[in-house]
Nanobody
Framework: QVQLVESGGGLVQAGGSLRLSCAAS????????AAWYRQTPGGQRELVAN???????NYADSVKGRFTITRDNAKKTVYLQMNSLKPEDTAVYYC???????????????WGQGTQVTVAS
């Protein structure tokens, strides 16, 4: 019902920047919350940042002041601007949205396929 396509990952030197995008398509009535998670090999998926429909944002302590989550509701796209990247930011980054589905606007969780971010020291 909802497809999420992520882009913007890649290889960057420490101190550099990347912007991840997550474009939503399909049949839904809107996105309530949106978030970015990341996962390293053998590690658990951890929350990086999230954004409510009202605009409230929360960040993991490890990325505060460096990462910014934004959303363009008209374009149905969520972004993660990542500045001052560190080698420990290396991970697969996943987009997560809660979209309103069907005639009852049921909130349903959807995940992107993940995009690799590698930060070289």
């Amino acid at each position: 019902q909802v497809q999420l396509v992520e882009s913007g990952g890649g290889l960057v030197q420490a101190g550099g920047s990347l912007r991840l995008s997550c474009a939503a398509s399909g049949s839904f009535f809107g996105i309530t919350s949106a978030a970015w998670y990341r996962q390293t090999p053998g590690g658990q998926r951890e929350l990086v940042a999230n954004s409510s429909r009202s605009g409230m944002r929360n960040y993991a302590d490890s990325v505060k002041g460096r990462f910014t989550i934004t959303r363009d509701n008209a374009k149905k796209t969520v972004y993660l601007q990542m500045n001052s990247l560190k080698p420990e930011d290396t991970a697969v980054y996943y987009c997560n949205v809660v979209a309103l589905i069907g005639s009852t606007w049921l909130p349903v969780d959807f995940w992107g396929q993940g995009t690799q971010v590698t930060v070289a020291s």
